[in-house]
């Protein structure tokens, strides 16, 4: 079955670095996500991304996040600069219209 | 805006037994999507099933099936012979037709026990 990719597993970084979390969604989807999940918590809406643009973004996509579809295949989450508090797992997924979300395996951020 | 309520924060079963996960929801939309999506430890994302609104018949899947009640926006996920590889995290979600995004609940943590 096909499957999104996420790059890397485990990113450690200093508070206030940039960091780039990379995916690579299902070829023929159309939909991209990204999603966080604080550990012990609820999984949490950031973004979705369609056509080239932001569809939708929740609160928490504030000024500090940016995504982008560099080329046909990678899709990419910024975090410009990063604070304690955005440690987390953050998934990627993927879907065509109106169809189920695949999931990335995610990228554990830990910001030291 | 649509929410989604788990208010089962954890339950437990033994192997071999049903379980039912309870998920609530609230929307003004007439057409949406709702899943169950499993996390093991592992912390991946698995779908488990999806249930489309304009759909009377409830979805199944194998052990896994719902029952989807629009009036009341209830949408809760029963587990039957339970395993212990079904020891997961569930979550409900939620997903319009126009926005293409995804709620979630805030989980249930099951465990199956020997």
């Known amino acids: 079955e096909p499957e999104v990719t996420q790059t890397p597993s485990h990113q450690v970084t200093q508070m206030g670095q940039e960091v780039i979390l990379r995916c690579v969604p299902i070829?023929?989807?159309?939909?991209f996500y990204w999603y966080r999940q604080i550990l012990g918590q609820k999984v949490e809406f950031l973004v979705s991304f369609y056509n080239n643009e932001i569809s939708e973004k929740s609160e928490i996509f504030d000024d500090q996040f940016s995504v982008e579809r560099p080329d046909g295949s990678n899709f990419t989450l910024k975090i410009r600069s990063t604070k304690l508090e955005d440690s987390a797992m953050y998934f990627c997924?993927?879907?065509?219209?109106?169809?189920?979300?695949?999931f990335g395996s995610g990228t554990q951020l830990s910001v030291l | 805006a649509q929410t989604v309520t788990q208010s089962q924060p954890e339950m437990s079963v033994q192997e071999a037994e049903t379980v039912t996960l309870s998920c609530t929801y609230d929307t003004s939309e007439s057409n949406y999507y709702l899943f169950w999506y499993k996390q093991p430890p592992s912390r991946q994302m698995i779908l488990v099933i999806r249930q489309e609104a304009y759909k009377q018949q409830n979805a199944t899947e194998n052990r896994f099936s719902v029952n989807f009640q629009k009036a009341a926006k209830s949408f809760s996920l029963k587990i039957s012979d339970s395993q212990l590889g079904d020891t997961a995290m569930y979550f409900c979600a939620f997903m319009t037709r126009n926005n293409n995004d995804m709620r979630f609940g805030a989980g249930t943590r099951l465990t199956v026990k020997p």
């Open positions: 997924a993927s879907s065509r219209e109106n169809e189920k979300l695949f």
């Open positions: 070829s023929n989807h159309l939909y």
